[in-house]
């Protein structure tokens, strides 16, 4: 089992920049592709980026293309994403996943791993 424990939320203005991370412990992160959700009061939980095991692979909503990236350090065992030019509508709990698995994943009953999320809020 691997464990996920997200950091780096906040509160920023609108046209900020955050950094989010995701630690794993428990299993060597490298055997898992990862992926960063989030769900805004209200709403479903919704994919935001994803990125396969050796990193050589990304995918975006379309709603933070070009704003967010995605990446990963496995001799770190983190994840990260890079939010820029936030809006207010990307305001929610961000949760990072993780599976076992070569390909990209885009929905939620895909991952079997789970962080406790973070909250973004993004002020207009």
């Known amino acids: 089992q691997v464990q996920l424990v997200e950091s780096g939320g906040g509160l920023v203005q609108a046209g900020g920049s955050l950094r989010l991370s995701c630690a794993a412990s428990?299993?060597?992160?490298?055997?898992?592709?990862m992926g960063w959700f989030r769900q805004a009061p209200g709403k479903e939980r919704e994919f935001v980026a994803a990125?396969?095991?050796?990193?050589?692979?990304?995918d975006y909503a379309d709603s933070v293309k070009d704003r967010f990236t995605i990446s990963r350090d496995n001799a770190k065992n983190t994840v990260y994403l890079q939010m820029n030019s936030l809006k207010p509508e990307d305001t929610a709990v961000y949760y990072c996943?993780?599976?076992?698995?070569?390909?990209?994943?885009?929905?939620?009953?895909?991952?079997?791993?789970w962080g406790q999320g973070t909250q973004v809020t993004v002020s207009s």
């Open positions: 428990g299993r060597p992160l490298n055997s898992y592709t």
């Open positions: 990125i396969s095991r050796s990193g050589g692979t990304t």
């Open positions: 996943a993780a599976r076992s698995g070569a390909s990209i994943y885009y929905t939620v009953p895909q991952y079997n791993y």
